[in-house]
């Protein structure tokens, strides 16, 4: 079975960038539509992007609170999905997640996704 592996979390300054990783462990990604998540402190698991598998074209899907900041992107040769977060706000720190299902669906529903991550801090200081 596949194990994602996520790195590149961090602090950062408000309105910085980070990119995070998620790298298969395992198998590779082949197959498998990838997604972001992240938890708050408190708050719910919540979807930010999703990408599917091709080796021509990749469908995404954002959420709508950060689809103007957040870029979700995947390197196939490398089965590495990337997440280029700019523009960051404190409140995106949170604990932030890749997880990968079999669907070529891209659910936003954390439910329908098998594999995941340990997760990456993320915090953004005012």
């Known amino acids: 079975q596949v194990q994602p592996v996520e790195s590149g979390g961090g602090l950062v300054q408000a309105g910085g960038s980070l990119r995070l990783s998620c790298a298969a462990s395992g198998r590779t990604f082949s197959g498998y539509t990838i997604a972001w998540f992240r938890q708050a402190s408190g708050r719910e698991r919540e979807f930010l992007a999703g990408?599917?598998?091709?080796?021509?074209?990749?469908?995404?899907r954002y959420a709508d609170s950060v689809k103007d900041r957040f870029t979700i992107s995947r390197d196939n040769a490398k089965s590495t999905v990337y997440l280029q977060m700019n523009s960051l706000k404190p409140e995106d720190t949170a604990v932030y997640y890749c997880?990968?299902?079999?669907?070529?669906?891209?659910?936003?529903?954390?439910?329908?996704?098998?594999?995941w991550g340990q997760g990456t801090q993320v915090t953004v200081s005012s």
């Open positions: 990408i599917s598998f091709s080796w021509s074209y990749s469908r995404t």
């Open positions: 997880a990968a299902t079999g669907s070529g669906t891209i659910d936003t529903t954390s439910g329908e996704y098998l594999y």
